[in-house]
């Protein structure tokens, strides 16, 4: 379902570029002749990522200003932040909020977000995590993305947003299709290839089809 890409003249920033889809998407944008910024919280561990095509900067995403310093002069932004060692619904909340302010410091309208499968509907205003069977251990993490989704509901038009977010099982090690099928905000397959996920994360940066929502993608 990959889209014929719109030209992207400055280069996207990716934020969260160090982790396993942050990675993906890098390569998949690199694979369009996109520029790539990736922006993460420590750039020694993540040298590796610097090449052709790529510049590494160190930014928090909890602060408004070091998104906007960041994001400044580039054509849009993906966000596929993750960290295991602070409390999820402080983290993703305090993300979102400098991500609304910062990129609208910066001037930067678009913005992909990569969710969480557990913040799908089962059925109309029901979240997977809402399950009472749904594991504890795992419900902070869920709800902490769920609050990002909310607060980029909130936000101003300024902000032209999507939240793209695969299944439960996103295979790593796959190989990619290029093909993916999307829907609203309900679950809608079980398994997705990262590569393919990342295929729609760029698709929606180059060529945007969904605005201000929630989408799943599935293989």
Not at 23 to 42: C, M, N
Not at 65 to 70: G, L
Request: hydrophobic share 45%; charged share 20%; with cysteine.
């Amino acid at each position: 379902m990959s889209s014929t890409p719109q030209q992207v003249d400055r280069g996207i920033v990716v934020f969260g570029a160090g982790g396993q889809v942050g990675r993906a998407v890098v390569t998949e944008a690199l694979r369009r002749g996109l520029t790539v910024t990736a922006a993460v919280r420590d750039p020694e561990r993540h040298r590796d990522l610097v090449g052709e095509g790529v510049s590494l900067v160190r930014c928090d995403v909890t602060d408004p200003a070091a998104v906007a310093a960041t994001a400044h002069g580039h054509t849009a932004a993906v966000s596929t932040v993750y960290t295991p060692d602070v409390p999820s619904t402080d983290f993703y909340g305090a993300t979102a909020d400098a991500l609304v302010a910062g990129l609208g410091t910066a001037r930067v309208r678009r913005l992909v977000h990569v969710g969480v499968a557990t913040t799908l509907e089962t059925a109309p205003g029901t979240a997977v995590h809402d399950d009472p069977a749904f594991p504890e251990a795992y419900r902070a993490f869920s709800l902490g993305h769920a609050l990002a989704l909310d607060r980029l509901r909130e936000s101003g038009a300024a902000l032209d947003w999507v939240v793209v977010t695969p299944p439960l099982d996103l295979d790593r090690t796959a190989p990619g299709t290029g093909r993916y099928r999307t829907g609203g905000p309900q679950v809608l397959g079980e398994r997705i290839a990262q590569a393919d996920l990342a295929v729609a994360v760029v698709d929606e940066l180059t060529a945007p089809a969904h605005h201000r929502e929630q989408i799943a993608v599935a293989a």
